[in-house]
């Protein structure tokens, strides 16, 4: 019992300087200790009737985010029961956003990586409000570890996901490929946001997503 509240107290101390990063740099960060505290953060950010998409983000679903939009008074976009496309687009005119960081620096930079560009394009720019879930585990020391883990971690272990060929696969590990089915045509660096607090970080103390 005793070790588990060190573990705690070590993990509130990494997501306060965390929070501190993103302050400085035009975003909000708050702590989670569970994934019901981190559901009832997300939900206090978004106001009913809002219109939501997402980027594929395991984590919303991990924290019973999206059954909780589904079921509630929300505009929740399924962009699996539309045309994915159709889906992807209306990102850009949404009210929020939902997607998970990749990695992350302890002084606030996110890391993501990307096959189609749709998520991290959305994170970028459009949405009027980001709502990032990022599981502890994620968080690095530096840019250079946080760009490893994006391509060596969360890639590679997305990849599985999906029927297709890449050498990660097979491997564990990024090998560098070019071959027609990579994912990870993409990488977006948020270093800052132009916009003050568009984009709100949920950081969660369980291991969640990739």
Avoid: W
Wanted: glycine share 6%; hydrophobic share 40%.
């Amino acid at each position: 019992m005793e070790i588990q509240i060190f573990r705690d107290a070590r993990s509130k101390a990494l997501a306060e300087s965390v929070i501190n990063g993103l302050q400085a740099r035009n975003m909000t960060g708050y702590y989670a200790k569970n994934k019901e505290e981190a559901l009832q953060l997300a939900l206090s950010l978004i106001p009913e009737g809002s219109r939501i998409t997402m980027g594929g983000c395991m984590s919303a679903h991990e924290i019973g985010l999206i059954s909780a939009l589904k079921e509630g008074n929300y505009n929740y976009i399924d962009r699996d029961a539309i045309p994915r496309r159709e889906a992807e687009l209306a990102a850009y005119d949404a009210d929020v956003f939902l997607a998970s960081a990749n990695a992350m620096t302890r002084d606030g930079m996110m890391v993501n990586i990307n096959g189609n560009a749709n998520r991290i394009s959305a994170i970028a720019y459009g949405p009027r409000k980001v709502i990032i879930i990022c599981s502890l585990n994620k968080v690095c020391p530096d840019l250079d570890s946080a760009m490893k883990r994006a391509r060596n971690v969360a890639a590679v272990t997305n990849a599985q996901r999906f029927p297709m060929p890449t050498p990660c696969k097979k491997t564990g590990a990024c090998l560098d490929c070019m071959t027609p089915d990579n994912i990870c045509c993409q990488m977006l660096i948020t270093r800052r946001s132009f916009h003050k607090d568009r984009i709100h970080v949920i950081l969660v103390n369980e291991e969640l997503g990739f």
